[in-house]
């Protein structure tokens, strides 16, 4: 059975950094393409980012690409989005969640974790 937890969101003013961090449970992290995306109130959920099964590539959107990074430790299970430069149009709950493939695509995604609220104020 696989887990996958997500933590380090909160409350935080424009301009700061975040990083958030996916721990995977139950199969080894490496079996898979790691993605984040967000859900802003009233919206669709938007990919965010992806990262290859061994970390050698990461594909991010427009919207965050300069600001925000991801990276993985697979030794440690763990998936990581830094966030700098954060906005108030950051916010959002962000999801990571994990496929067999790298994709950008949410519905190519088998599972998720149950999200963290990240909230930037202006």
């Known amino acids: 059975q696989v887990s996958l937890v997500e933590s380090g969101g909160g409350l935080v003013q424009a301009g700061v950094s975040l990083r958030l961090s996916c721990t995977i449970s139950g199969r080894p992290s490496g079996m898979y393409a790691m993605g984040w995306f967000r859900q802003a109130p009233g919206k669709e959920r938007e990919f965010v980012g992806v990262i290859t099964q061994s970390g050698a590539s990461t594909l991010l959107a427009d919207s965050v690409k300069g600001r925000f990074t991801i990276s993985r430790d697979n030794a440690k299970n763990t998936v990581y989005l830094q966030m700098n430069s954060l906005k108030p149009e950051d916010t959002a709950v962000y999801y990571c969640?994990?496929?067999?493939?790298?994709?950008?695509?949410?519905?190519?995604?088998?599972?998720w974790g149950q999200g963290t609220q990240v909230t930037v104020s202006s």
């Open positions: 969640a994990a496929a067999s493939r790298f994709t950008n695509t949410a519905r190519e995604y088998a599972y």
